[in-house]
């Protein structure tokens, strides 16, 4: 397999220079060590490294139910903790990243409904939504894109049977639907002892759009909260009163639940998910702030190592290195960096003891001399988040000896 180009000519630094290409129509085989970095397309013809969007979730801190969507078939879909069951009808697609919110992909529904519904979560036993649990503090969150906005698509609903303290079975209702171009949630039978509620958001759904919804409980005051894209739309005190200070009712989940999400709906869902607490104030970045760490230099949001270049010969002498790269999206004022690092050894095996150099791509490199070189890079996204660097081509140029 051809891993890079390797082009022989005359310079200013003499006969015999050499130039390794890596990138550009070459591709990146040869970069072995991929850490929160994706390879894209649509910035340029060719394929070009870049950081991650997909958003790191610690599985083991806080999330109750997880789907990412980042797959490459509907069917795939799947909760990132184990404690669900996913099922998906054949209705339901997959959207390219360049279309996600985060990640590779997210769930893209086209309206239809089937007997059970678009995709259908079935709680476990270790879960938040098994039966008869009694829960405390729960968010459930995601990422909404609507093609029309129109009243009757319904974005998720909770169904299940609950046994109220008289013994009498109702039917217990979550569920969020889209009504005059708002989303309107409705509790029925979920919190114990409590009315059913129903409430919407204040602000209009802006068709084709992402927009981040959030709703939150705090056992402690009773207050449920909803937000969309950060911003407190709606609150209701689950209490005796209806207001702070009183005494809260908590919620009791029934039998034979289950969660289905997207019926009647057009449009993409991405990055759903549950927690067993009163979430915190979302952050709408893109790219994760730096916290890669590789190895003692890179210190970044992602990073790259190439594999073992072979130059040929033990005197191999590497002269400078020169890259293409840019920022996506593109930006003016964006602060997204890249950080480059070299460094050398007569046997592969050797490299991982050699120390990283720092070097400014296209200026003169001295002192890196040996058989085999490796290079590193260290991605650091804008300071809001928003952009990231972009690696297009490495180039190479040493002397063989």
């Known amino acids: 397999m051809l891993l890079f180009f390797i082009c022989t000519g005359l310079s200013l630094y003499g006969i015999g220079e050499k130039i390794i290409i890596l990138g550009g129509d070459a591709g990146w085989q040869a970069v072995e060590k991929r850490v929160s970095i994706e390879e894209i397309t649509r910035i340029r013809p060719y394929p070009v490294l870049i950081l991650s969007s997909a958003r790191k979730v610690a599985l083991d801190e806080y999330p109750d139910l997880f789907l990412s969507f980042d797959v490459l078939k509907s069917q795939q879909f799947k909760d990132e903790t184990g404690r669900y069951q996913v099922s998906t009808d054949e209705s339901v697609g997959v959207a390219p990243a360049s279309s996600a919110r985060f990640g590779s992909g997210a769930a ?146 029934g039998d034979f639940g289950s969660l289905v999400i997207g019926r009647r709906f057009t449009g993409m869902l991405d990055e759903f998910m549950v927690q067993p607490r009163f979430a915190p104030d979302p952050v709408f970045s893109t790219y994760s702030q730096p916290s890669v760490l590789i190895h003692d230099t890179f210190g970044s949001s992602g990073a790259v190592e190439t594999q073992p270049i072979d130059l040929g010969d033990i005197m191999g002498q590497v002269l400078k290195v020169d890259v293409s790269s840019g920022h996506y999206p593109a930006r003016a004022d964006s602060e997204s960096a890249l950080e480059f690092f070299i460094r050398a050894a007569n046997n592969p095996y050797q490299l991982s003891n050699e120390p990283w150099k720092y070097f400014n791509p296209g200026a003169e490199i001295q002192g890196i001399q040996g058989r085999y070189v490796q290079i590193g890079a260290a991605f650091y996204p804008s300071g809001d988040g928003t952009v990231s660097p972009y690696l297009g081509e490495i180039r190479l140029s040493y002397l063989p000896n």
């Open 108 to 253: 893209l529904f086209y309206g239809r409904n089937s007997l059970e519904g678009p995709v259908v979560i079935r709680p476990g036993s270790h879960s938040l939504f098994s039966a008869g649990n009694f829960l405390s503090d729960f968010s459930i969150e995601f990422w909404l894109y609507s093609v029309n906005v129109e009243s009757g698509e319904q974005i998720l609903e909770w169904d299940a049977t609950h046994q109220d303290t008289a013994g009498v079975y109702h039917k217990q209702l979550i569920s969020a639907d889209i009504f005059k171009n708002k989303i309107q949630w409705t509790f029925s039978n979920f919190f114990e002892d409590f009315p059913n509620i129903t409430f919407s958001g204040s602000s209009l759904i802006i068709p084709q759009t992402w927009s981040h919804h959030l709703l939150r409980f705090d056992s402690a005051t009773g207050l449920l909260e909803y937000l969309v894209n950060g911003q407190t739309e709606q609150t209701v005190y689950i209490t005796a009163t209806g207001h702070d200070g009183s005494p809260s009712f908590i919620p009791h989940i």
